[in-house]
Nanobody, 118 residues
Framework: QVQLVESGGGLVQPGGSLRLSCVASGFSFSMFAMSWYRQARGKEREYVAGISSTGTNTKYVDAVKGRFTISRDNAENTVYLQMNDLKPEDTAVYYC???????????WGPGTQVVVST
C-alpha cells in the first residue's frame, strides 16, 4: 500500500525558506517520478513541481521557478522541496504524490501546512 508522509511545513516570514520532505513506502520508490502539489484555502489543488525517477529531470510551475527546488534521495525513499524567497501566495497545504506532471495515486493525506506571513 502506497504511503506518503509529508513534513517540514510551518510559519515563515516573507523571504524565508523551508524544506519539505515526503517519505514514501509501499512501492518501489526509485522507479517512480514524484511531484509536489499545494492547495490554498478555497482554491483547487495545483501542481508545483515534478522530478523523474532518477532525479535527472525536473519541472516547475511558473510561479515557483527560480525559488523552489525539487530533489530526491532514492536510498532514503524521500523527495524534498526546498522553498526559498517564500511569498504570502505560497501559503497552502503541500502534498506529494507519484507521477511527474500529474498525480497518479491521489490518496491524499493531511499534507504539511506552509504559512508565509508577517
Amino acid at each position: 500500500q502506497v504511503q506518503l508522509v509529508e513534513s517540514g511545513g510551518g510559519l515563515v516570514q516573507p523571504g524565508g525558506s523551508l524544506r519539505l520532505s515526503c517519505v514514501a513506502s509501499g512501492f518501489s520508490f526509485s522507479m517512480f517520478a514524484m511531484s509536489w502539489y499545494r492547495q490554498a484555502r478555497g482554491k483547487e489543488r495545483e501542481y508545483v513541481a515534478g522530478i523523474s525517477s532518477t532525479g535527472t529531470n525536473t519541472k516547475y510551475v511558473d510561479a515557483v521557478k527560480g525559488r523552489f527546488t525539487i530533489s530526491r534521495d532514492n536510498a532514503e525513499n524521500t523527495v524534498y522541496l526546498q522553498m526559498n524567497d517564500l511569498k504570502p501566495e505560497d501559503t497552502a497545504v503541500y502534498y506529494c504524490d507519484t507521477g511527474y506532471s500529474q498525480p497518479l495515486n491521489q490518496d491524499w493525506g493531511p499534507g504539511t501546512q506552509v504559512v508565509v506571513s508577517t
